[in-house]
């Protein structure tokens, strides 16, 4: 069974400064899908940015920027300019379509907090 | 294009009785999964629904029922409702052919 681990409850930055939130996977497929998801307080889970395994390049989404070392199963994140909106959990999230069935496997979630 | 939408918001119930949380997808999205979000954790996959079939379950007990309609709508039913049952419900929906899913906001249920 794939596990996603976040080793990071909880992480602070400085409005303006750069956060790196880490996460690992574990998994036998060679081919599958890697989400980060930002929940604010007010719930609504949002996509924050995707990458492909097949895909070398990391993705970058505007701020946001990953890590993806696919040997080492490693997916991290990378915040540039961090923003008060960037207060948030932050959900690793990994998928693989598999008899006709697409499910997200989610780490526990690191808290970001930025301060003024 | 509106979201996902889900409803109730939130709602309390007492042990033993049954609810039912209804979901509509993204227009133009026939697949939706439904997530089980407990305080502090991270969302946990209960079922995914696409044509009004279901493609995936997850490990929850038969208590726990969805059905999709003909308007890709969804409906999660849950009976005999335990205290573990209190979370956030999440509904996502998808193109079948795309792997990102979009969630809703979700729907609190509280079981005392």
């Known amino acids: 069974a794939q596990t996603v681990t976040q080793s990071q409850p909880e992480m602070s930055v400085q409005e303006a400064e750069t956060v790196t939130l880490s996460c690992t996977y574990d998994t036998s497929e060679s081919n599958y899908y890697l989400f980060w998801y930002k929940q604010p307080p007010s719930r609504q889970m949002i996509l924050v940015i995707r990458?492909?395994?097949?895909?070398?390049q990391n993705a970058t989404e505007n701020r946001f920027s990953v890590n993806f070392q696919k040997a080492a199963k490693s997916f991290s994140l990378k915040i540039s300019d961090s923003q008060l909106g960037d207060t948030a959990m932050y959900f690793c999230?990994?998928?693989?379509?598999?008899?006709?069935?697409?499910?997200?496997?989610f780490g526990k979630g690191t808290k970001l907090t930025v301060n003024p | 294009d509106a979201g996902v939408t889900q409803s109730p918001t939130h709602l309390i119930k007492t042990r033993g009785q049954h609810v039912t949380l209804r979901c509509s997808p993204i227009?133009?999205?026939?697949?939706v999964s439904w997530y089980q979000q407990v305080l502090g954790q991270g969302p946990q996959f209960i079922f995914q629904y696409y044509e009004k079939e279901e493609r995936g379950r997850g490990n929850f007990p038969d208590r726990f029922s969805a059905r999709q309609f003909p308007n890709y709508s969804s409906e999660l039913n849950v009976n005999a409702l335990l205290l573990g049952d209190s979370a956030l419900y999440l509904c996502?929906?998808?193109?079948?052919?795309?792997?990102?899913?979009?969630f809703g906001p979700g729907t609190r249920l509280t079981v005392t």
């Open positions: 990458q492909e395994a097949y895909k070398q």
């Open positions: 227009s133009g999205h026939k697949s």
């Open positions: 996502a929906s998808s193109r079948f052919d795309s792997y990102e899913q979009y």
């Open positions: 999230a990994f998928m693989k379509q598999q008899g006709g069935s697409e499910k997200l496997v």
